[in-house]
């Protein structure tokens, strides 16, 4: 083979190459990415963790009032890219403390309500007298 021959064989248009090249390392990454979603989303589950909508059906409440627990504190999101999730244990963990808050605000309310009925039968009395 000519010299000639030789560079014809190794010649090629570095443009095309580097785009070439690109469209390869875009392609990989794109499947990379897809790969770690896909991962990601079984793993979730598998780690106790639960989207807005898993962790609304886990605790048989709406998405609504699941945001509503958050924003009074109850329970805390984790944030993984921009969809946020919730460990499971943590769900049922919260809502065992409300479910504490709720039965002492109720307890609160009925001994406040028991004292103010004992005033009103004290008053009654003494205007009675």
Request: overall charge positive; aromatic content about 6%.
């Given at each position: 083979?000519?010299n ?14 580097k ?9 990989a990454?794109?499947?990379?990415n ?5 991962t ?25 009032s699941?945001?509503?627990?958050q ?5 805390k ?12 244990a ?6 065992e403390k ?12 009925e001994t ?6 004992r ?8 205007h009675?007298?």
């Amino acid at each position: 083979m000519n010299n000639n021959a030789q560079n014809q064989l190794f010649s090629f248009n570095t443009e095309a190459f580097k785009a070439e090249i690109k469209a390869m390392v875009k392609e990989a990454i794109i499947e990379v990415n897809s790969e770690m979603l896909n991962t990601t989303k079984s793993s979730n589950n598998e780690n106790g963790f639960l989207d807005s909508k898993q962790a609304s059906k886990f605790l048989n409440i709406s998405t609504g009032s699941l945001h509503a627990l958050q924003a009074q504190g109850f329970i805390k999101p984790y944030k993984l890219n921009r969809k946020k999730l919730y460990k499971e244990a943590e769900l049922v963990e919260a809502m065992e403390k409300k479910r504490l808050a709720d039965s002492n605000e109720k307890i609160k309310t009925e001994t406040k309500a028991e004292a103010f009925l004992r005033s009103m039968k004290a008053r009654q009395k003494s205007h009675k007298a």
